[in-house]
């Protein structure tokens, strides 16, 4: 168990590492978040596609793969909205609305079972993300954007479960990463940065880590049940706060530091709940 443990944590400690090169494209070099989201697709998709396995390209003609990709490119370029004026931590902890929507929408539409003790967890996460989001009293339009960046990711990850046995992970990594770049090429093309040296550094570092992350992660899910690796998606957040302070000096405040310390705590319960 322990291998895929210490994927988990590798691949969840390269995502936010996309982000962190992605917030410095948007943030401190004046780039548009589209680019940097087509570039992360193109970046990815052209990683990928010499390990493709035979049967990807015809999974092109099944709408809710298209739909799954545009679901995708709506949270990614949302999230990087959002990081053009938050810090990182705050980002990921209202972004974790996204597994908690999930998590109902898979129960409504999927079918899954759910029980109350699931329910409860995912509440005090819920919890946790409000504190983090403040909303009424501390909200501000890039929170806003990270939460409709989980509420994307919440239904991309219901995509992926629909799909789940469709298709290998590969060609699904593929189809998502390529969808998503041809959709957003357009728009890549008409907010093309000045090619500094500095720039063409993060972008191609934001695009690698983020596929890296992800590939990862398919790796780590085919060598233990996702049951059992789930929770440790939240090392995410421990790794997006202290990337917002290396790299930043971001520190969250203290509301925002307890709702980071709900959704971890939430999570790890969940695990011990499943092992008992």
């Known amino acids: 168990m322990w291998k895929p443990v210490a994927l988990m944590f590798i691949a969840m400690s390269f995502i936010p590492i996309g982000d962190t090169a992605g917030k410095l494209l948007v943030a401190q070099n004046g780039v548009a978040p589209i680019y940097v989201a087509w570039t992360r697709f193109v970046v990815g998709a052209l990683l990928v596609i010499p390990f493709i396995p035979k049967g990807t390209w015809p999974l092109l003609k099944d709408w809710r793969v298209w739909l799954r990709a545009l679901l995708l490119t709506g949270g990614i370029t949302s999230i990087l909205t959002a990081l053009q004026t ?11 609305i996204g597994p ?80 998503s770049a041809g959709v957003t090429l357009p728009f890549g093309l008409q907010a093309l940065p000045p090619m500094t040296p500095e720039i063409a550094a993060l972008t191609f570092a934001s695009g690698l880590c983020s596929m890296l992350g992800n590939l990862i992660l398919i790796v780590a ?21 202290s990337l917002g ?32």
């Open 221 to 241: 899910y085919r060598m233990a049940p996702s049951t059992k690796l789930a929770p440790f998606v939240y090392f995410q957040l421990i790794a997006a706060t």
């Open 100 to 179: 908690i929507l999930s998590f109902f929408l898979s129960s409504w539409l999927l079918r899954e079972p759910i029980t109350r003790m699931q329910t409860l967890l995912l509440f005090i996460g819920f919890t946790g993300v409000l504190l983090v989001v403040k909303p009424g009293f501390g909200m501000t339009t890039g929170l806003a954007f990270a939460v409709l960046a989980g509420c994307f990711y919440g239904a991309f990850l219901t995509a992926s479960k629909w799909l789940a046995q469709t298709a290998r992970p590969r060609s699904l990594l593929f189809t998502q990463l390529g969808v």
């Open 86 to 96: 938050e810090p990182i931590a705050n980002v990921f902890g209202a972004f974790f």
């Open 245 to 276: 302070w290396l790299v930043f000096e971001d520190l969250p405040d203290t509301l925002t530091f307890a709702g980071l310390a709900l959704l971890i705590g939430s999570g790890f319960a969940s695990l011990i709940r499943k092992r008992a």
